[in-house]
């Protein structure tokens, strides 16, 4: 296959059993898959005026999750796959998570991510069930769930192998997709074989994103799923550490360190740049069918000037609609010392903004817990809360709005959905999680200037000493299509966007 197939669905695929396909159904379920009525030739009988869409190996992830959402369940509709009442009859979590991902377009052209997480998906037993009343009917037996998942999944690695393959030979045939200029996967590293500690400070992003199960897999934190990625990492020791991580590499206790970027380090140390995050400005997030909430009052957006003045104790300059101009305002900050520095540094700026800030009574809370606050605080108490966090924690919630930022010329808003546009104040954020994520081209992670840059980003970093194989090896191996796509499914934004690879 020389191009993107265009018309993946159910009538387009055969699927034809191997004699071994008929043993017992504990055994390996075996068969050919062949694809067909590829629309660069089905289109040719179209009409002359008719404009079909054109086809792009982001459209065929899509279609080929609902084909196997079609399989799984019996239906042969095409429902939102990001809501909960089309899986009411399906019990295999990790199964329907990644489903979900591929029919809501979380993977777009990203077929190496896509085969990946496929590959590493954890297997679940059925679920034991008393016997349903008699009137009841159960879609699916144990036994019959079991088979159904086999064939799912031969279907996805089949299909998906194959059309990986088609694609990347169209990609490079057409010249629509950049030539492949960084290693694809973990194992391409020359990672050392060997017993390696590494370290990373308590409360810090690097130990919520590495120990937090769920971010990149179902009950699986993204340690966890490095080291199912790559058997090498299995010998990779973390050790969270209280105090400052890059004293334990200066001493030779760890081989390096995950930390945040550093103006200067200590000699004989360098740090290498693996993903970013920055930090975000979140009010209580209103269904945009309500007449008033605080995004719409404050058009999404928030200026630099508005937040020095409410952080240095000052009443802001702006005009909510009625009923919120009479709203008590409460101050909230994470208690994350690393985000409040950021804040400190890239909005303060003064020394006496800074003094101010600080004596200001500001209620300083886990980012959960903030968020829960701000949005009782709307709903229950009269009262518009505003917090900062960091954007890696504010993904995938919609207990809070994170509201475009603005320094100087138009305002920044640092999430995306996964169409390219920005979301509003009138997004559904609990309706469309999984369909939005961070917008990297507002970071200018590419050195090119393609978008205003968003003010308030940070920079991730491995620092190691500079002989050592260990640390800059890491460094390389979160740098590859997959790693970045695993910090980018942890919360964090890419070094580069990951659409075409």
């Not at 037996?141 to 799912?152: E, H, K, P």
């Not at 505003?386 to 603005?406: D, E, H, K």
């Not at 003010?455 to 390389?476: E, I």
């Amino acid at each position: 296959m020389a191009c993107p197939h265009g018309n993946l669905s159910l009538d387009s695929l055969l699927l034809v059993p191997t004699p071994l396909a008929e043993r017992a159904i504990d055994d390996d379920l075996q068969f050919f898959v062949y694809v067909t009525d590829l629309a660069l030739w089905e289109h040719l009988f179209l009409p002359t005026h008719a404009q079909p869409p054109t086809p792009t190996p982001a459209q065929d992830l899509v279609d080929l999750g609902y084909v196997a959402y079609q399989l799984l369940t019996g239906n042969d509709d095409r429902p939102n796959l990001l809501l909960e009442q089309p899986w009411a009859t399906v019990n295999d979590l990790p199964l329907k998570q990644f489903l979900r991902q591929l029919g809501g377009g979380d993977f777009k052209a990203n077929v190496e991510e896509a085969r990946q997480t496929l590959l590493h998906l954890p297997w679940q037993e059925p679920i034991a069930e008393s016997a349903p009343p008699a009137h009841a009917l159960t879609p699916f037996t144990n036994s019959s769930n079991v088979l159904r998942r086999l064939l799912v999944l031969g279907l996805l690695g089949g299909i998906g192998v194959g059309l990986g393959v088609g694609w990347r030979s169209w990609a490079e045939r057409s010249g629509a997709g950049p030539t492949l200029a960084h290693p694809c996967c973990l194992t391409e590293i020359a990672l050392p074989d060997t017993a390696v500690s590494y370290t990373t400070e308590a409360g810090g992003i690097w130990s919520d994103i590495l120990r937090t199960p769920n971010r990149v897999a179902f009950n699986r934190s993204l340690e966890q799923t490095l080291q199912e990625r790559d058997r090498r990492l299995n010998r990779y020791t973390l050790t969270v550490v209280a105090g400052e991580a890059l004293a334990a590499v200066q001493s030779g206790e760890a081989a390096f360190a995950l930390t945040e970027w550093r103006d200067s380090l200590p000699a004989g140390l360098h740090q290498e740049v693996v993903a970013l995050d920055g930090l975000v400005i979140v009010v209580a997030f209103g269904d945009g069918n309500r007449a008033h909430t605080v995004p719409q009052a404050l058009q999404g957006t928030i200026s630099f000037e508005q937040l020095r003045q409410l952080y240095t104790g000052t009443p802001p300059d702006w005009r909510l609609a009625t009923p919120l101009q009479d709203w008590t305002i409460q101050l909230y900050r994470p208690n994350d010392p690393a985000a409040i520095a950021h804040f400190e540094r890239l909005v303060l700026q003064t020394d006496g903004a800074i003094e101010r800030f600080r004596a200001l009574p500001i209620a300083t809370l886990p980012a959960t817990q903030m968020f829960g606050n701000i949005l009782q605080d709307f709903e229950q108490r009269q009262t518009i809360g505003i917090g900062f966090a960091r954007l890696s924690q504010v993904i995938n919630q919609c207990s809070v709005y994170p509201l475009a930022v603005q320094q100087s010329g138009r305002p920044v808003q640092a999430i995306g959905q996964t169409q390219g546009h920005p979301i509003t104040p009138t997004t559904d954020l609990c309706g469309d999680k999984g369909s939005y994520q961070a917008n990297v081209a507002v970071f200018n992670t590419d050195g090119e200037l393609r978008a205003t840059p968003y003010p308030l980003k940070s920079r991730l970093t491995v620092v190691y000493r500079q002989d050592s194989q260990a640390g800059r090896q890491f460094a390389a191996a979160l740098k590859t299509d997959e790693g970045q796509a695993l910090l980018r499914a942890a919360g964090l934004v890419p070094l580069r966007p990951l659409d075409d690879r």
